[in-house]
């Protein structure tokens, strides 16, 4: 598809901005969204192509202004739902208890 | 679907899951050929980027034959074919503003390339 | 249609983990090893022994150029995103840099998982355009008579690029010269010095 994803040759991307002695993970939830996408992928949910094909179908300015492993977690998210894995319905539930606890 | 155990990961992890086949698929190209990329414009997946479409090459390598990830990427099996290593002049996909010298290289599926007959 | 949004990514991330816990489709232990191995066990520091063994043995550097898959794996690194390597050796008259401008292709095995500049899509537009100018911002410069080789990892095979040795390093080891070999050198946005570190 011809897609946000496909940015070779693109202008306007900004400065690249490597970051001095980066760690392999900013933040602990991107750990467990990496986690995640590998346990998923072994467990046969998905293929890798199918996985791919999932983040290029992201809302186009939502892929622009989002991290790596939010890609990664949108289609984990989308494919596990998809295959009946999850239900969004879950997600929702289990986000919203999980809020309360913390509140 | 069972759950990735434990145990299994470090061997997961040094194996991996390699796209390469081992079917016996004749390659349509020889290191050599000249190449035109074939303008497509799929809506489903595909790993042929659009700076290249259209563009000349020339085969420098055959890497073998893979899985096709268009196909894969749908439900619609591994189309084995040959993937080849493909040469572009950077002036032949960017124009002038490019290094005379420069190149790119792309790891093209038979399905994205056709033989230029000049 | 389920569209996770940055503002609650953390509390997402850890709605679903909890929720493939409980219908046993994940097991915690082994989400655990996952990410101990890629944060403690597999880096940069792969590759530069690779690079190093290639600088010291020339039987190894002939084999590592015709079949690079299987001459990584006699160091011990193979396996994901590793599975089919090609490397490309520069020259004093060749380049190459490396980018996966639709996803962030990287070879795992020999440098881990990427930076993020290597996934952004500044890097991922600009390195195949105008690759002599994304060199300038990380500081290299290249003579125009020098040409530059972009792969970019569009399909499944995995590129590592084999830096020059520098000058004024004869009587170093192995392990030295391992010493001098960054990961930027290892994707071509660098070049190997003998004072740089494995540190970028």
Known sequence: MNGVHDLGGMHGMGPINPEPNEPVFHAPWERTAFGLFITTFAGGHFNVDEFRHAIEKMDAAHYLESSYYAHWMHAVEDLLVQRGALTSAEIDGRMAQLAKEAA | MPALPVENVDGLIATGATARMTDDVAPRFRPGDRVRVRNINPTTHTRLPRYARGKMGTVEADRGVFCFNDTNAHGEGHKPQHVYGVRFAARDLWGEQAAARDTLYLDMFEDYIELHVA | ?200
């Open chain 3, 1 to 200: 249609m389920p569209a996770p949004h940055t503002d609650d990514i953390a509390l997402r991330v850890r709605a679903i983990e909890s929720l493939l816990v409980e219908k046993g489709l994940v097991q915690p232990a082994a989400l655990a090893a996952i990410v101990e191995t890629y944060e403690t066990k597999i880096g940069p520091h792969n590759g530069a022994q690779v690079v190093a063994r290639a600088w010291t043995d020339p039987a190894f550097k002939a084999r590592l150029l015709s079949d690079a898959t299987a001459a990584i794996a006699e160091l011990g690194f193979s396996g994901v995103q590793g599975e089919d390597m090609v490397v490309v050796e520069n020259t004093p008259t060749v380049h190459n840099m490396v980018v996966c401008t639709l996803c962030s292709c990287y070879p795992w095995p020999t440098l881990g998982l990427p930076p993020n500049w290597y996934k952004s899509a500044p890097y991922r537009a600009r390195a195949v355009i105008d690759p002599r100018g994304v060199l300038t911002e990380f500081g290299v410069e290249l003579p125009p008579e020098k040409e530059v080789r972009v792969w970019d990892s569009n399909a499944e095979l995995r590129y590592l690029v084999l830096p020059e040795r520098p000058a004024g390093t004869e009587g170093m080891d192995a392990a030295a010269l391992a010493a001098l070999v960054s990961r930027d050198a290892m994707i071509g946005t660098g070049v190997a010095t003998s004072s740089s570190g494995a540190a970028r």
